[in-house]
């Protein structure tokens, strides 16, 4: 009888663990599918008010994407790391235009997700 209760204890254990771990494992599962599409960065080039400096194909009050691209591409350098400040600007080095981008990246950039980063550079990288 006692062996029973005990065998019954351990059993009940080893599903109340199991039952636990898989709690945990779908609690992940929503942070793990985080990845933006195109259009999301699409979305986020305007609403963050990036096209207001950068047009596809004309310099406006920065360069434009393609010139941005091309140069990141040339020097197979990533748009996400420079928007985290992790990079130095490649593209214009003049002292008076890297401190009006460096002002969004130290303000609202900051405010960006990983994942929205990538969904800007990966939009920035679709205009040729
Ligand atoms: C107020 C105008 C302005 C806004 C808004 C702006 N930029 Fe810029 N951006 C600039 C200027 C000026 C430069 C040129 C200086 C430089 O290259 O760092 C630049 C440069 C860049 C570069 C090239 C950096 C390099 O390596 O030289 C990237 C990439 C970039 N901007 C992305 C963005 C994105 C993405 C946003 C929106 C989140 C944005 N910019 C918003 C003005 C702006």
Do not use: W
Request: charged letters at 25%; a negative charge.
């Amino acid at each position: 009888m006692k062996k029973t209760i005990l065998t019954l204890a351990i059993i009940s254990l080893i599903t109340v663990s199991c039952g636990d771990k898989k709690k945990e494992d779908t609690s992940k599962e929503p942070q793990s599918v985080t990845e933006l599409t195109v259009e999301d960065g699409k979305a986020l080039f305007t609403s963050k008010t990036c096209a207001t400096c950068h047009q596809p194909d004309v310099k406006l009050i920065g360069p434009s994407i393609k010139d941005i691209n091309k140069i990141y591409i040339e020097n197979n350098a990533s748009i996400a790391s420079f928007l985290k400040g992790e990079l130095s600007p490649i593209v214009d080095t003049d002292p008076g235009q890297v401190a009006i981008m460096k002002a969004n990246l130290d303000s609202f950039v900051k405010d960006l997700t990983d994942a929205e980063l990538k969904a800007i550079e990966k939009y920035m990288h679709t205009i040729q």
